[in-house]
């Protein structure tokens, strides 16, 4: 063979070579794609556990909605706080280490956190023996596991030894893996602890609702509480729990891979769904009013001496609530009534007088306690009873613009007719007789009114059928709940028609024998406070504030002509001025800007014994000179804005004695106040000004 | 042959390192995606916080407190504060007055 052909087979060799290099090379590929895709596509079960280790998956908290007042200021909303939570069993040997670092972090000092840990741990011991060694006695103490820990050498166990304290002798309890330590911190507090990177310490976050409207609006704002087994949180009273479907959020959810120092490498498409938070709600109240509504009735309350007091304003245009007062007082030397209570014996059941008894003389009686109990009010304002909405009074003679308005309206009432009243002393038609507080020796009808006369109102009752008057009645609304949404509201007491008697058309008429809701007064009251079409028409009362043309959406339905309701608006006119010139005589406050319309009451307060409880024999219905005092007003008088209803609960004793306890004397001082500074912040002109409004309002400032 | 097969794995290498690139920019984007979106999370939470704190902080019992006694007349009603500040004759002339020193913007017609 010459070398010039062996070159060519040289040559040949080489590209066979080169040829099966290329394709085993392009075969490496081809298996090296075939294995990339199998291990993207369908990963095996070892591959598989490691990729899914490496997504994070995190819930998206959703924020509950916040409760606005009705100029947008929070009431309440939420934030997130965060918790630290110590797992024992994952500290291993750094406990020491550990506790250390996070006290410093929480600032707590480093003994008290290490008792709780170091405590739970110990306790991890003895419970890990119990469920390593199920069948076996209680072996080992918490001296044993405390010599253990304290590395005093192995186990002595002794038998008939038993565990600590806060050991369960079933032995069944798993391992204590969660153990919240310290208080709530904060974001920055959380993030310094999550920067410490400690093993065994993790952040749980949740929610928290902070109630900035503070205890004035706590009533009627309510609380929260966490849902059955969650972190979520749920109404569970006041508007909270009113507004709970719309406040509720979504929470969402994401994942995300993670690389090797735990942060996130991306999200996966369809991974990432953002949470939705709660839709925030406008309550109808106004934070500036409630406070000077506030402020005037624990004023009044305070000057009144009074066990407390109520106080309801509404915008009668639309029945929007834009306060609720609810104050209690206490009351020194007030004693407990002295009921008798059901005591069930082997011999059956006999009531015992268990805090005293009555004196027989109702001159010898002390002042009792009419407030009634309320523990859940000295733990928080939220958790008391509203007793705006739940709570009844009888309202005495601010109910009689109702009955006045019902016989009007029946066209028994003559414009020209004088009511007769020299003796100032009547006796009714179920025999009972009625004076008047305010000796007038006749009366036109607008002066039955003005001058509250009972004689007046009894005789007024007598012409109405028992139908008519108890017709009229529930048309305003008493007997039936507001709707207003609060939870626990009461629909009050009227007499029903089958048992109503003489009785009844009387003292109804003059204010008794009924249980109101002071929410109930104020949106009957309303029917006198709306102008043109909507004048005897009743507002459907809201907690909500409205929306567009909420002065129509508000009609329930018509209960007077508008020309009667307007009639009985300009009768009123007396009693506030009336009100005026007490106010002016007795008391040190600025000439009135605004012209208001209103009716006083007073009215024993009713002595109902409560369940398993019974009056002593000597008792009467009522307490012996303890009153309800209230006032219900509107202003201003040609277009009212504003109804306002004060009650003041039980005037002390002082009043009482020079006769200075009724609704006009106590309650209707608070009302003109209110009024004043009320419609003064809403930006209503005076109408009973010269031009000298500034001065004056500079002077109440 | 030498060269080609040289050249077909540069070749093939190029491409997978233009790829592996690509790939490291796509998931660098996407890095700071999650880690934007992880970030927003935490600031609405601050921002909530934030809300909450300033909620307290502004309610008319607290603005009263913080306008002291002395300060308190800002409070009062709006009606009584509705003076008026300038006259609608002092409004025209000054108007009239600061037309000329103002630049005309582009596409802004007087």
């Not at chain 1, 002798?169 to 507090?189: D, F, H, M």
């Not at chain 1, 245009?317 to 004693?335: K, N, S, W």
């Not at chain 1, 009808?445 to 006369?453: F, P």
């Amino acid at each position: 063979m010459s070398p010039t052909d062996a070159r060519p087979d040289a040559a040949r060799r080489a590209d066979r070579v080169a040829r099966l290099l290329s394709v085993g090379v392009c075969l490496v590929l081809l298996v090296l794609l075939a294995r990339i895709a199998q291990l993207k596509g369908a990963p095996g079960e070892a591959l598989d556990a490691s990729i899914n280790s490496r997504i994070s998956r995190q819930g998206l908290d959703g924020a509950r909605g916040e409760l606005l007042d009705r100029r947008g200021r929070v009431l309440s909303t939420t934030r997130f706080g965060y918790r630290v939570i110590v797992d024992p069993e994952a500290s291993g040997d750094r406990a020491d280490e550990m506790i250390v670092r996070l006290s410093g972090a929480l600032g707590m000092a480093p003994g008290e956190l290490g008792a709780r840990v170091m405590g739970a741990i110990i306790e991890n011991d003895m419970r890990r023996e119990r469920l390593e060694k199920p069948g076996k006695a209680a072996a080992v103490s918490l001296a044993d596991s405390l010599r253990r820990r304290l590395g005093m050498g192995d186990l002595s166990r002794a038998a008939g030894e038993s565990y600590g304290d806060g050991a369960d002798a079933s032995g069944a309890k798993p391992l204590i893996r969660y153990l919240p330590v310290g208080e709530e911190l904060t974001l920055e507090q959380s993030e310094r602890v999550r920067g410490l990177g400690l093993p065994g310490v993790w952040l749980e976050r949740r929610p928290v609702r902070e109630y900035a409207g503070g205890d004035a609006v706590a009533p009627i704002v309510g609380k929260v509480g966490l849902a059955d087994r969650t972190l979520d949180q749920t109404g569970l009273l006041g508007a909270e729990l009113a507004m709970n479907a719309p406040l509720r959020e979504r929470d969402g959810r994401a994942a995300y891979m993670r690389d090797a120092w735990g942060r996130a490498l991306w999200i996966e498409q369809g991974a990432w769904e953002a949470a939705d938070a709660g839709e925030s709600v406008r309550l109808s109240v106004d934070l500036e009013l409630q406070r000077i509504a506030t402020q005037e009735l624990r004023r009044g309350v305070e000057a009144a001496d009074a066990a407390g007091g109520r106080l309801i304003m509404l915008d009668p245009r639309t029945g929007e609530v834009l306060a609720m007062v609810d104050a209690l007082r206490e009351i020194e030397g007030a004693v407990p009534f002295p009921w008798l209570e059901k005591q069930v014996t082997v011999d059956g059941q006999r009531w015992v007088a268990t805090k005293g008894e009555l004196p027989a003389d109702p001159r010898d009686r002390p002042r009792y306690d009419v407030g009634g109990t309320d523990p859940g009010r000295a733990v928080h304002p939220a958790l008391g009873r509203n007793r705006c909405v739940e709570d009844l009074y009888e309202p005495g003679s601010t109910f009689k613009p109702f009955v006045w308005s019902v016989a009007m309206e029946k066209g028994l009432l003559g414009d020209d007719e004088v009511i007769d009243n020299k003796a100032n002393y009547y006796v009714t038609q179920c025999g009972r007789s009625v004076e008047d507080v305010t000796h007038r020796a006749s009366l036109t009808w607008d002066d039955v009114l003005k001058y509250s006369s009972n004689v007046g109102m009894a005789k007024l009752s007598e012409r109405l059928s028992f139908e008519q008057l108890h017709e009229g009645v529930v048309r305003f609304g008493f007997g039936a709940r507001t709707g207003l949404g609060l939870p626990g509201e009461s629909a009050g007491i009227v007499t029903p028609e089958k048992r109503w008697s003489k009785y009844s058309q009387t003292y109804v008429a003059i204010g008794h024998e009924i249980g109101v809701t002071p929410i109930q007064m104020a949106r009957a009251f309303s029917c006198f406070a709306r102008n043109d079409e909507l004048g005897g028409t009743m507002p459907r009362v809201a907690l909500v504030a409205g929306e567009g043309d909420a002065a129509k959406a508000g009609v329930i339905e018509r209960v007077l002509q508008p020309e009667v309701a307007l009639r009985a608006r300009f009768a009123m006119v007396g009693v506030a001025e009336r009100l005026d010139e007490k106010i002016a005589q007795l008391l040190d406050d600025a000439p009135p800007l605004y012209s208001m319309f209103g009716k006083s009451g007073t009215a024993q307060i009713p002595c109902v014994p409560g369940p398993d409880q019974r009056r002593p024999r000597g008792s009467s219905g009522y307490f012996q000179n303890q009153y309800n005092s209230s006032f219900i007003g509107g202003a201003p008088l040609e277009t009212p804005r504003i109804v306002v209803l004060c009650v003041i609960d039980d005037p002390g004793p002082g009043r009482i004695r020079i006769r200075q306890h009724y609704g006009s004397y106590v309650a209707g001082p608070v009302v003109r106040r209110v009024v004043e500074r009320s419609l003064a912040y809403m930006g209503v002109e005076p109408d009973m000004t010269d031009g000298a409004g500034d001065d004056a309002v500079a002077s109440r400032d | 042959m030498f060269a080609k097969l040289v050249a077909l794995i540069l070749g093939f290498g190029a491409c997978g390192g233009g790829l592996l690139a690509m790939r490291q920019s796509r998931l660098q984007a996407a890095h700071e995606l999650a880690e934007a979106r992880l970030r927003v999370e935490r600031h609405e939470l601050r921002v909530r916080e934030l809300r909450a704190q300033i909620a307290e902080r502004i309610t008319p019992e607290r603005v009263l407190e913080i306008l002291g006694a002395d300060n308190a007349a800002l409070m009062r009603p709006g009606w009584t504060r509705r003076v008026e500040l300038v006259s609608p004759e002092w409004i025209g002339e000054t108007h009239e007055a600061v037309q000329p020193a103002l630049p005309a913007s582009p596409g802004v017609t007087p």
